[in-house]
Every structure is written in structure tokens, then in C-alpha cells.
């Protein structure tokens, strides 16, 4: 038996080219950028002609994220606010359904001072009454989307957090223990308190801001049953907080968007960390 010899490569046959991706598939288009072959399924349009997937993704990573004067990313919806919005609503909800709700998650030292620190927190998503969550929400509404925007998610959602807790901490620093109260009126008026800051900051008439500050803070000490605490504690909180996102630092003092994004959490995290610290002093004050 004789066997053939093996095929031969014609001398004139062309190479077909294919994708550097997908070896199987022709391809006879090249990437502009690295001019690998690409098929069809690797192709992404281009300023010029098409770029592989490699390149494109090479590409966005070495274009800067854009940021809003306060350091924070360019926010697409104000997510964060309408989040917040939904859980007050929530909260007030299950307030009607089972009114010992109130009693077991509003802000009281007592409890508090005892170990029931959720309290401190979850008193900002419970009200007194439909007229008292319609206030704070259409506040948080109206502030919140502006806030959200100039700060970005991170820093917005700190700041409301931290004022609604800095509320707390004077309330259990200076009322009394076995008083009781529920509201996002902390948080709101620390809102209020960034927005009078940043406006500072951008040179913007804040004469209706100190206004509204004043009437509030006129309303938080002649009407009974208004817990001065969460609003005055609420509001320093606020203020504090808008100045380090404000000024620490900006890009017309040397400050890149890495190092500004870095002072801010470390400013936030030791701010967090004092008010924690207040509360626990706080707590045991009370129970000596």
C-alpha cells in the first residue's frame, strides 16, 4: 500500500485573517487603535472606523470622571433622596398599623443609655403626625435633589445620616431621659445647615436661608413639644459638614479630586467617631 503525499500549501493562496478574539471567525477589519482583526461581534464604532473591546474599555479608563465643585460625582437622578423619602413614608405606615412602634423605635435617653442604640437612627424615619412627616418630606424633597447633586451619593447620604445622629446625641446629652421623640427634623435642618455653607461658598445670596433658619429655629423654641435638641443638634452637624465638603480642600488650593475625596472620608469618619464617642459619655453619665 502506498500513501499520498500530504497536501502541499498553494504558494499562491491567500491567508484568511481572523478575529484575535475568536480564531474561528474571519475578520477583516482592523482595530484603529492596536490594528488587531476584529469580527463583527468585537467591533465598537469609533470616532474613526472601529475599535476592539480591549481598546474601548483602555480607553474609558484613562478619561476623568467628571465632579461637581464640592468633589462628588455627577449624580444621573437623586436616588438617594427618594430613598429616603419612601422610608419616612414606610415608617408612618407601620406607625398607624401598630402604634407601640413609636414607643420602641423613637429617640429616649433612657432606652438608649441602656443599649437600644438603633434609636438614635431609626426615631428620623418615625413622625408625629401627617403634618409632621408632609413637612419634613417636602423639605427633604425640595433640598435633598439640590444637596444630592452637588455633593453626589456618598457624601449626601453621610451628611443626612450624621446630622439625623448629631440630633440625637444632643438629645440624649441634654433632655430629658424619658422624653420621647421621632422625626427627620435633625437631619433636615443639617440639609438646611450645608445648603446656608456650600451657598457661602459659591458666593450666592443666602439671605432667604438665614431666614428660614431663623423662623425655624423662632418656632423650635416657642412651640411646645418640639424637640430643640434634634433640630439645634441637627443643624450644627449640617454646618460642620458643609464646611469640610466645602473647603477641605478645593482644586483652587492644590486639592486633586483623590486627595479632596480622601479628606472628606476621613473628616466624615472622625466626625462619626466623635459623635459616637459623645453618646457613649452620654450613656454613661446617665447610668451613673
Known sequence: MT????????P?????????????????????????HICPDCMREAAVGHQCVECVADGQRGIRQARTVFGGKVTTAPYVTYVLLVLMGLGFVVQMADPQVTGAFGMAGAPVAMG???????????????GHLLLNGFVLFVFGRQLEAALGHGR???????????????????????QLSVGASGAIFGLVGAILVMSRRLRLDTRFLLVLVAVNLVFTFLVPQISWTAHIGGLVSGLLLGAVYSYLPTAQNGGSPQARTLVHVVATAGFAVLLLALAVAGAVFALG
Open 3 to 10: 500513501s499520498s503525499p500530504p497536501p502541499q500549501p498553494d
Open 116 to 130: 437600644e442604640w438603633y434609636r438614635m437612627i431609626t426615631a428620623a424615619f418615625l413622625h408625629g403626625g401627617i
Open 156 to 178: 449626601y447620604l453621610s451628611l443626612w445620616l450624621l446630622s439625623a445622629l448629631g440630633g440625637s446625641v444632643l438629645t440624649l446629652l441634654a433632655s430629658p431621659l424619658g
Open 12 to 36: 499562491g493562496a491567500r491567508e484568511v485573517p481572523t478575529c484575535y478574539r475568536h480564531p474561528k471567525r474571519e475578520a477583516y477589519v482592523r482595530c484603529t487603535r492596536c490594528e488587531k
